[in-house]
């Protein structure tokens, strides 16, 4: 399987709230931005925004907070029938160490890791045979 990656130049936060937090307090994070992924669960409300948001800058005492992450995107559409996609991916950052953050949409994945890790990250997906768009590093 060989696959095409974008690496986005823009920053990325990943936010965690309260389930129970109304959409007007976080409406405004993701206002305006381009790129945002928006999963409630009975535990949490995770919000991943292309922008650099401070930990200092937090809402309340359960909002967390992760700054400096980059994104992946697997350039898709990406057919249902594509088994092991994230498996590979993922695989391959495990055996090196790297982290990740994975949103998926109905027509691809996205993968996050920290900003020190994207250049690591970058080498390990071609070093697993896959493109990696290098316009924005």
Request: aromatic letters at 8%.
């Amino acid at each position: 399987m060989q696959l095409i990656l974008h690496l986005d130049s823009a920053p990325y936060t990943i936010h965690r709230l309260a389930p129970s937090t109304p959409a007007s307090v976080y409406l405004p994070l993701i206002d305006g931005q381009a790129w945002y992924s928006v999963t409630k669960t009975d535990e949490e409300l995770s919000l991943v925004v292309s922008h650099n948001y401070k930990e200092e800058d937090a809402l309340n005492a359960d909002h967390k907070v992760s700054p400096g992450w980059r994104c992946f995107k697997v350039a898709g559409p990406l057919d249902f029938s594509m088994v092991g996609v994230l498996a590979n991916l993922s695989g391959a950052l495990a055996q090196n160490a790297i982290s990740l953050f994975v949103v998926s949409t109905y027509d691809t994945d996205y993968i996050l890791v920290k900003d020190d890790m994207a250049l690591k990250a970058k080498k390990v997906f071609e070093d697993a045979g896959h493109q990696v768009d290098s316009k924005s590093l």
